[in-house]
């Protein structure tokens, strides 16, 4: 999609949203959705953005943007994963670092404008088959996040239960329709996980294109940083 496919002759550019106060993030580069209303989409340039406006004329509104010579959830050099304040890429807003192993967990270090420490992502992986690894985002001054399965979440074991016989269902009638039924192997789905420092849910990911977030006092640079790697 062309940047810019489909802006009228005079129309402004998009305002962006302030990213300390961002309540849901999409990774997109989709500025204006095509509706009923809306005949044709409107693009911009790769960056979170934040889904405004109601069901005929929705938009995309960027928080924040995507180095120009970087892809979303790859493992490319420190320098790719960074976020700026402005699309010319002139005002850094936060950068990732390349990641570290630290014992059988891969750490990715997350850093401010000005280089400094602001917190950290950890990638660990499963204690056994067929469970994929879980997260844990580490901001001083606040208790550890967790990121799991929504299957593994806050609720009551019978609710919990309910939830992995839906979900396995449903997994199972995406698999045949799909034509995944013969037993070969099938790409990883994108996961829904909810992200929780003790009981209290403070955000929640659908894959690594979607945030939403529950509580005020996370760093959003720290979700828009689990953005940038990737649920991998």
């Known amino acids: 999609m062309a940047f810019g496919k489909g802006k009228k002759a005079g129309e402004p550019a998009m305002e962006p949203v302030e990213w300390a106060t961002v309540g849901k993030f999409i990774v997109s580069t989709v500025e204006r959705p095509v509706t009923h209303k809306q005949k044709k989409a409107v693009s911009g340039p790769r960056a979170l953005r934040v889904p405004q ?3 005929e004329y929705p938009v995309n509104a960027p928080c924040a943007y995507l180095a120009r010579t970087a ?10 994963h960074t976020l700026y304040e402005d699309p010319e890429n002139q005002r ?15 750490h990715h270090v997350v850093r401010d404008s000005q280089g400094q420490v602001i917190g950290t992502l950890r990638r660990i992986p499963p ?3 067929p469970f994929r690894h879980t997260w844990r985002l580490d901001q ?5 996040i967790t990121g799991r399965n929504e299957l593994a979440g806050g609720d ?11 979900k396995a269902t449903l997994g199972l009638v ?56 990737g649920d991998k």
């Open 174 to 229: 995406t698999s045949v329709l799909d034509g995944g039924g013969d037993g070969g192997d099938q790409p990883l789905r994108p996961r829904t996980l909810e992200w929780r420092a003790g009981d209290d849910l403070v955000m929640v990911s659908e894959g690594s294109n979607e945030v939403t977030i529950e509580a005020d006092w996370i760093d959003r640079r720290l979700a828009f940083a689990f953005a940038l790697v």
């Open 92 to 106: 850094l807003l936060c950068s990732v670092d390349a990641p570290q192993e630290v014992g059988d967990e891969r």
């Open 127 to 129: 204690k056994k088959k």
């Open 71 to 80: 892809q979303f959830g790859t493992e490319s050099p420190a320098g790719d």
């Open 156 to 166: 009551s074991k019978t609710e919990r239960v309910a939830r992995v016989a839906i």
């Open 140 to 144: 001083p001054g606040r208790p550890e």
């Open 53 to 55: 406006g109601g069901t």
